[in-house]
């Protein structure tokens, strides 16, 4: 399903939603179930898949018992529901991999001021380092919200969360299949360069070393 495609769906479902529509829970997890499951799947290899299938039920089903929180100016309702479950499958690498090197340790009686002041010595250069260095998953919804300035940077910020490595995946969301592939290639690294540069400031600009 393409992204407009899957706009659309969301938006109508969403719509049945807030009138009450008692049938709209059930579509809104058949049609999207699956598609999320497998982007997380995709992002996080190494957790298992019934943990990552349980954080998106879970991230469904808060949206069902409260789709009012869901704000559409502040992106679609796909980034919305992905940025949900995603938070709670870091939370989970959070707990289970505390003491890995990748993963900033939470030491017994160690409070947040203390675990930021340790993480500024993260380095962060790619999306896959800040979803390993952050130490909430708040804090990397807030600066994936701070980089994303379009619809199309979500796109292109949430096919490389999810570990999309096909060129073409990434020009159909900037609108580009016109062009040569040698063009698609181009193109689209130097707009994925671009939003790279833009996290590494805003890392910078909240007084994270990268």
């Not at 808060?62 to 559409?72: C, K, S």
């Not at 979803?131 to 919200?145: E, P, W």
Request: include cysteine.
């Amino acid at each position: 399903m393409s992204p407009d495609a899957e706009d659309a769906v969301l938006h109508s479902i969403h719509a049945r939603l807030l009138a009450e529509d008692p049938t709209a829970s059930a579509d809104l997890c058949e049609t999207f179930l699956p598609l999320l499951a497998g982007r997380l799947r995709r992002q996080f290899p190494t957790v298992d898949a019934d943990q990552v299938h349980d954080a998106v039920v879970d991230a469904l089903l808060n949206y069902i018992e409260h789709p009012q929180r869901y704000d559409p100016a502040r992106g679609s309702l796909a980034h919305y529901l992905t940025l949900s479950a995603r938070g709670d499958v870091l939370n989970l690498l959070r707990r289970e991999t505390r003491h890995s090197q990748r993963l900033v340790p939470l030491e017994d009686g160690e409070d947040d001021v203390e675990v930021e002041r340790r993480l500024r010595n993260s380095g962060v250069k790619t999306l896959e380092d800040l979803a390993v260095a952050a130490a909430t998953s708040t804090q990397v919804n807030d600066l994936l919200q701070a980089v994303s300035r379009s619809d199309a940077d979500q796109h292109i910020l949430d096919l490389m969360l999810d570990g999309e490595r096909d060129t073409a995946a990434f020009a159909e969301a900037l609108g580009l299949q016109h062009l040569t592939v040698v063009e698609q290639r181009r193109r689209v690294k130097q707009y994925k360069d671009r939003l790279i540069k833009r996290l590494q400031r805003e890392w910078q600009r909240r007084g994270y070393h990268v």
